[in-house]
C-alpha cells in the first residue's frame, strides 16, 4: 500500500512538473496555440497559451485523479491485480508529459512530426496494456468489459491471451508504420480496434 501511494504522489509530480517548461517560455510562446493537428501535420485547432500552459496539466490531473478513483473502487470490488493497477497509474503521466512538451515545442517553432509522436505514444500504451492485461482475473475483466457478470475462468484464460497479443502485436505494428504514412497507421488502428472487439464478442456469446 504505502509503494502504491508513493507511485501515486510521483505520477502528480510527473504531471505537474512540466509546466515549468512552459512557465519559462511563456513570453516566447503565440497568443493562440495549435493543440490539435491534421494528418498532414498541419494544426487545426488552437487554444489560448493560458489555457495551454496552466490548463492542461490540471486538466490531466483531474484525469489522473478520476483514472485511479475508478480503479481502486474496481480493485475494491473485484480484487486487487497490482501489476495492471500500477501500470495504469502510470499512463496518464506519460501521456501529459508527452503531449505537454510536444504542445510547448511546437508553439516556440519547433518542427515536429506530430503523427509520428502520436502514433508511438498510441503503440506504447498499447503495448504497455497488452503486457499487463492477462495478470487481471476474469472478475475484473467483465467489471472493466461488462459491468458485472464475470466471465468464466476457463474462457478468460484463453481471451486474455489473445486481448494482450492483439495489443502488443498491434503496437509493434503500429511502431514499425512510422516509415510509412498516416493512412496506413490509422488504417492499422483500426483494425486493432475490430480485432479486440471480436475477441471481446467471443469471450461474451461463449460466455452467454
Not at 518542427?111 to 503486457?131: E, H, K, V
Given at each position: ?138 472478475n475484473q475483466y467483465a467489471q472493466l468489459h461488462r459491468g458485472g457478470q464475470a466471465i468464466r475462468p476457463m474462457i478468460w484464460r484463453r481471451v486474455r491471451y489473445w486481448l ?41 456469446l461463449v460466455h452467454s
Amino acid at each position: 500500500m504505502m509503494k502504491r501511494n508513493l507511485q501515486l504522489w510521483l505520477s502528480y509530480i510527473v504531471i505537474l512538473l512540466p509546466i515549468g517548461y512552459g512557465i519559462v517560455n511563456y513570453t516566447a510562446l503565440p497568443a493562440k496555440m495549435a493543440i490539435h493537428f491534421n494528418l498532414d501535420n498541419q494544426p487545426n485547432g488552437m487554444a489560448a497559451k493560458s489555457l495551454v500552459v496552466f490548463g492542461f496539466p490540471v486538466m490531466m490531473m483531474v484525469f489522473q485523479l478520476i483514472c485511479v478513483g475508478v480503479t481502486r473502487l474496481n480493485a475494491n470490488h473485484k480484487g486487487p491485480a497490482p501489476r495492471f493497477e500500477r501500470m495504469i497509474i502510470w499512463i496518464v503521466p506519460v501521456l501529459s508529459g508527452v503531449i505537454y512538451t510536444t504542445t510547448i515545442s511546437y508553439g516556440l517553432g519547433h518542427q515536429l512530426d506530430i503523427w509520428r509522436i502520436a502514433i508511438s505514444l498510441i503503440a506504447f500504451i498499447f503495448m504497455a496494456i497488452g503486457n499487463y492485461l492477462p495478470t487481471i482475473s476474469a472478475n475484473q475483466y467483465a467489471q472493466l468489459h461488462r459491468g458485472g457478470q464475470a466471465i468464466r475462468p476457463m474462457i478468460w484464460r484463453r481471451v486474455r491471451y489473445w486481448l494482450g497479443y492483439t495489443l502488443v502485436g498491434g503496437g509493434i505494428l503500429l511502431l514499425l508504420s512510422i516509415a510509412t504514412t498516416p493512412w496506413i497507421s490509422v488504417s492499422l488502428m483500426g483494425i486493432i480496434v475490430v480485432a479486440l472487439f471480436i475477441t471481446s464478442l467471443y469471450g461474451t456469446l461463449v460466455h452467454s
